[in-house]
């Protein structure tokens, strides 16, 4: 429009222009207004474009939006308690107590869908929790109730906490996936898995009650036990890993527990009651577990009442709470004779 303008005020300004000036100068404003109509014909085009492309992105942002909240709606409506089985619904290997009668997972399960189950109660629930709970807190907490300023064998602590968290993290980890789709080879594993970590507190875990009963023997003597004990150690490993039955699988840490009780009464002829470890602890750190695991190989109480105690109070449930308190108890009296060691190894030094 300012350009037309500019074009009028030149012709009338220039009134002795010649006829052929005139003709250019109208031709340069035709041409001039062609270009204003060009540009103003895109500027159209650009602003239809953008307006077309803007309606479109909002479409396809509400379509998305809708196919998102569709989605989420549906993952919730997924997300829901899954049905629970009765043992004759699964398969044999699962079979592991006849008399817990319902509350059975799915014995197909991916990986995610045995994490999903959790989150609700089926009879697995408990024994994943009576371990789950103590096997985080020990590990995040023990390290820090362990008086590492008045121990000088850090290497005994070390190896007390790891047969502390072993057993818990092995039975987690079995408990939770004995149901996935892989079937009767994967369990198996996980059923060796959580058989190495009972080992492995059995061995190392009960490693400080061991030597502090031997520290006031001869070098020999100590050797002797512990090399003997290692043995026995490996032997029962690979007894309860083959193992095919519950009652044959405790029978092989019997031995173990039988070289602590020589441990014990070994401790009792040489050291002073009350200067090591208090004597409770010693003993309930064995009595708790043995408990549980005579009751757990005997299906009590659920053999009396089959299917009343398939969620919560059964066998294996009391199993693990026993193994607990027994860990309380080994913790309590390894702290004790940790302190107890290094003392004599400081009256020891300075003799």
């Excluded at 030149?10 to 000036?21: D, I, K, L, R, T």
């Amino acid at each position: 429009m300012l350009e037309n303008l500019a074009c009028s005020f030149e012709q009338s300004s220039s009134p002795s222009s010649s006829p052929s000036s005139s003709d250019s100068t109208d031709t340069t404003c035709l041409s001039s207004n062609n270009n204003v109509s060009t540009v103003d014909s895109i500027k159209d085009n650009n602003n239809l474009l953008n307006h077309h492309n803007h309606h479109h992105h909002h479409h396809l942002l509400t379509k998305c939006t809708s196919l998102t909240i569709r989605e989420w709606q549906i993952t919730i409506k997924e997300w829901k308690v899954p049905k629970l089985y009765k043992i004759t619904d699964v398969p044999e290997h699962l079979r592991f107590n006849p008399f817990v009668t319902n509350g059975y997972r799915f014995y197909k399960l991916s990986f995610w869908q045995s994490i999903y189950s959790l989150f609700y109660l089926h009879n697995e629930t408990l024994n994943i929790l009576t371990h789950g709970a103590p096997f985080i807190y020990f590990l995040l907490f023990m390290p820090r109730h362990i008086p590492w300023d008045l121990i000088d064998y850090h290497f005994l602590a070390y190896l007390h906490i790891t047969g502390c968290v072993a057993p818990w993290l092995g039975s987690c980890v079995y408990h939770t996936f004995m149901n996935h789709r892989s079937g009767v080879d994967l369990y198996q594993k996980l059923l060796k898995w959580d058989v190495i970590g009972i080992w492995i507190t059995q061995s190392l875990g009960a490693s400080t009650t061991i030597y502090t009963s031997l520290i006031l023997y001869p070098f020999w003597l100590q050797f002797i036990f512990i090399f003997l004990y290692s043995l026995i150690a490996i032997r029962a490993l690979q007894h309860t890993l083959l193992a095919s039955g519950v009652w044959k699988r405790r029978l092989g840490f019997a031995i173990l527990v039988g070289m602590r009780v020589l441990a014990f009464i070994l401790r009792l002829n040489a050291i002073e009651i009350g200067q090591a470890s208090p004597l409770i602890h010693t003993i309930m750190q064995e009595i708790w577990p043995i408990i549980g695991a005579l009751i757990s190989a005997a299906r009590i109480p659920e053999r009396w009442y089959p299917g009343y105690f398939d969620l919560a109070l059964n066998s294996h449930n009391l199993l693990h709470i026993f193994a607990v308190i027994g860990a309380i108890h080994m913790h309590l009296a390894t702290c004790s004779d940790l302190i107890w060691l290094s003392n004599i190894s400081k009256l020891h030094a300075h003799n």
